[in-house]
């Protein structure tokens, strides 16, 4: 909440009493009657004093009207509407003021000071004995609506047990706490089961909404309390609007009596007692056992840092103000700015701040202003979806509105009745503070030009462009009142591209919408917004490789250039076994074979991967690829961590077959195999070798199950070697897995779309794993682990001699 204190412009405060002094004339009614020759002060005036620890070069002095405005004057102003008390004459008040000021000030000066400036600052009644008509300020970011709730007096009375809480001791337990309550809820205990509990609960969730508010109320207490105990006398108290949220404030003007560390004690009194309120709150968990109270303590941390804010005129504005010796950080802004230019450093308005405080205020302005504009500018871009967004919500708060009264539900009402007024409040307070600007922005330009016609017609021209722009900006299209959905990111570009499109937007890009053309299934429901279906976009990228090879070490032949809209596999690393097979020619087919037998020795860990990959973008064609891979652990390994991957893609593919298999091995040896082992394992190898130079003639429905049967020959080597099971296996039975995987898919001719999954062609493809253990005594005669990996995806069979779609089957061992 925001506390109305530290900033003359914009204070509230009831009149003052003031009695005649003896001698004085005196009208009718008792009050000092004015004449040309002796001045009298306007009712409820209230001279504050000189402000202590200042950042101007010369400290102003501030007086408060009965309105509550408080005005900075000079000292030399400030003197004179002092010893203007109603019975001395304008000689006598150049003679009081002079003396004071240790210069001389004759009558002429007097009555320019008032005539200039004392009668239009409405601090004198008029000649006729009149109150001055006055206007009070009104920022555009001052708070609106006040309603004053307590008095002065009331004020004063209600505060005054509380400055005892301001006693050193005490400040250093509550701080402590304070910290401890503050690092167990977030950092131990977290919020989970707190926000289970509230949002469970309506009820609990009232509570919090009260105990907040309440605390809010409460924060006030504490600049009041803080004044207070500075020896300041607090003023009224109450509630408004500030900028799009309703507020508390409190009136301190009077803490300007105080010095630096008086004024800033009150500018942190309401943070302070935002401390006492959460560890009051862990209090009362601790007895309850309620763990939505735990919110409460979040809410105070959140108010803290909000009031933290310098930008605004929060606690944060106020400290800085106060620490500065700055009164109104705000009425600097153009001072600075215009002091930043070259010719314009030597301005007296410029020099009227110390360096150090002109360094800090310059500071402040620097990034406050960009801030406040940006800000504004995106309130600006971003209303229509805010409105659009904030509808959506409405509606459907009222609907559960409506169910929560049918059920009986007060609370479950309340808090729908209340969650709509936190959706409609900043919805109009946002268009508040538009108007406001526009309105002040107007009237400001027409007043500035009077008489100057053709910067008149400059200023309306420019208010007419900003016009039409926002027209433009927030004319109703498909998109511009479309509410936020929950997959937008709501970056700062997106925003921006909202309403200013650029080529590179309408096009699709990973986390941002775009626009793209999509093949739909005749006759299937199309998604919507409100009932989205899973896709897979595929992005064209430019940075691919032009080289792959089969095995690590092993360098094959370039592939075709890369044309397919992902990324091309990663090439193998060592040990790894990769095959891949690229057509992009039409009527071809393209075999890439890989097989690899892999030794690791003792202790090695096992992490090879065995891949295959076949990709086609071409015509009548065809792209196969076959990985075999044969592991073989000698020993104790301590990470076995192998992978068999495949994947078949086409794209832009007519009449098109891609074929992927890949099949792995793994088996642990207690040892090294025979002399004997080794011959029958190379005699095998090399009859697999062979089968794979051959693989172009092997119809693709029987080379998964060839490999099947060579690696039960391996297998069976292995079993049948003493060197390998120490005699102890003759025998394996693997126990296998397999996971379908959807079989193959259509492409339009001409689509450049992912091909969809269906139900038409080929068969499932598996993907599992076999293990097969020595089935005698302990485990000694080693572990068998298998890994076959299909994938077809065909558009239509080709027509090539020795070529057939593929019809792998589930294997196991």
């Not at 001791?169 to 089961?193: D, Y």
């Not at 919507?528 to 595929?538: A, D, G, K, N, Y």
């Amino acid at each position: 909440m925001s506390t109305v204190h530290g900033g003359p412009s914009r204070l509230d405060g009831p009149p003052a009493s003031s009695a005649p002094a003896a001698g004085q004339l005196t009208d009718e009614s008792g009050t000092p009657a004015a004449s040309p020759d002796v001045p009298v002060r306007a009712d409820g005036i209230e001279l504050i004093g000189e402000t202590k620890g200042s950042g101007y070069r010369e400290p102003p002095s501030l007086v408060r009207r009965a309105d509550g405005q408080a005005i900075q004057l000079t000292r030399l102003l400030y003197l004179v509407l002092e010893a203007i008390d109603g019975h001395r004459s304008v000689d006598e008040v150049a003679d009081h003021a002079g003396s004071r000021f240790g210069k001389l000030v004759s009558p002429d000066n007097v009555r320019t000071l008032i005539s200039s400036q004392l009668l239009p600052l409405g601090l004198l009644r008029l000649a006729d004995g009149s109150q001055p008509e006055v206007k009070k300020a009104d920022p555009l970011l001052g708070m609106r609506f006040r309603y004053t709730v307590t008095d002065p007096d009331r004020t004063r009375k209600l505060t005054a047990p509380f400055a005892v809480l301001f006693n050193p001791l005490v400040i250093v337990a509550v701080c402590a706490a304070f910290i401890a309550a503050c690092w167990w809820v977030l950092m131990v205990k977290g919020l989970g089961s707190a926000t289970h509990d509230a949002f469970a609960n309506p009820g609990l969730v009232l509570l919090v909404l009260a105990v907040t508010v309440l605390s809010a109320g409460f924060h006030e207490f504490g600049h009041a309390a803080a004044a207070r105990r500075g020896g300041a006398t607090p003023g009224a108290m109450g509630a408004g609007l500030y900028l799009i949220w309703p507020a508390f404030f409190t009136d301190v003007t009077d803490s300007y009596r105080l010095g630096r560390g008086g004024r800033i004690r009150t500018d942190l009194g309401g943070l302070y007692f935002n401390a006492i309120v959460a560890v009051a709150t862990m209090g009362a968990w601790w007895a309850t056992g309620f763990d939505a109270l735990l919110l409460v303590v979040v809410t105070q941390i959140l108010q803290m840092v909000r009031q933290l804010l310098p930008l605004v005129r929060f606690d944060g504005y106020h400290i800085l103000a106060d620490a500065t010796g700055v009164p109104d950080l705000f009425q600097r802004i153009k001072p600075t700015l215009l002091g930043l230019l070259p010719w314009r450093r030597t301005d007296p308005e410029a020099q009227v701040l110390k360096p150090w405080a002109r360094a800090v205020v310059t500071i402040w302005v620097l990034v406050t202003v960009p801030l406040l504009l940006f800000s504004l500018a995106m309130m600006v871009i971003s209303l229509p979806r805010l409105l659009g967004t904030a509808w959506a919500s409405v509606l459907k708060q009222q609907s559960q509105l409506t169910e929560s009264l049918t059920a009986g539900d007060i609370a479950g009402a309340a808090v729908r009745a209340l969650a709509i007024a936190a959706v409609a409040l900043p919805v109009v307070g946002i268009f508040y503070v538009l108007l406001r600007l526009v309105r002040q922005l107007t009237t400001g330009l027409w007043q500035k030009t009077r008489g100057k016609a053709v910067q008149r017609g400059a200023a309306m021209a420019v208010v007419a462009a900003v016009a039409a722009g926002l027209a433009w900006a927030w004319w109703p299209g498909t998109d511009t009142y479309r509410p936020v959905q929950p997959y937008e990111r709501g970056t700062l570009a997106d925003v921006t591209t909202a309403v200013f499109p650029t080529a590179s937007s309408t096009k699709l890009s990973e986390g941002r919408a775009g626009k793209t053309v999509a093949l739909w299934p005749a006759g299937a429901a199309k998604p919507t917004r409100e009932q989205p279906q899973l896709s897979m976009v595929m992005v064209p990228r430019a940075d691919t490789a032009a080289t792959r090879s089969t095995n690590a070490g092993s360098e094959a032949a370039a592939p075709p250039s890369w044309v397919f809209p992902f990324d091309q596999p990663a090439a193998p690393e060592e040990g790894d076994n990769q095959a891949l097979a690229v057509n992009t020619q039409d009527g071809s087919v393209v075999y890439d074979v890989a097989f690899a037998l892999v030794w690791a020795e003792d202790g090695e860990p096992v992490d090879t991967t065995n891949e295959a990959y076949a990709f086609a973008s071409c015509t009548d064609c065809a792209a196969v690829a076959v990985g075999f891979q044969v592991v073989l652990m000698v020993g104790q390994a301590d990470v076995v961590v192998p992978e068999n991957l495949s994947a078949a893609a086409n794209y832009n593919c007519v009449r098109c077959l891609t074929y992927a298999l890949a099949s792995q091995l793994v088996l642990t040896l207690d040892g090294p195999l025979s002399d004997d082992g080794m011959a029958r394992l190379n005699a095998l190898w090399a009859e697999i070798a062979e089968f794979g130079r051959n693989l172009q003639n092997v119809p693709l429905s029987e080379i998964q199950g060839r490999l099947d049967a060579f690696k039960e020959q391996v297998m069976e080597i292995v079993r049948n070697d003493p060197s390998a099971t120490k005699g102890t296996a003759t025998s394996a039975t693997p126990s296998s897995t397999a996971t379908p995987v959807p079989g193959p898919s259509e492409s339009a001719p001409g689509s450049s779309q992912a091909p969809v999954p269906s139900a038409t062609g080929g068969a499932p493809a598996p993907s599992g794993t076999t293990t097969a253990p020595v089935p005698a005594g302990p485990v000694t005669g080693g572990a068998v682990t298998e890994s076959p990996a299909t994938t077809a995806e065909p558009t239509a069979a080709p027509t090539e001699p020795g070529l057939a779609t593929p019809t792998p089957t589930s294997t196991g061992g």
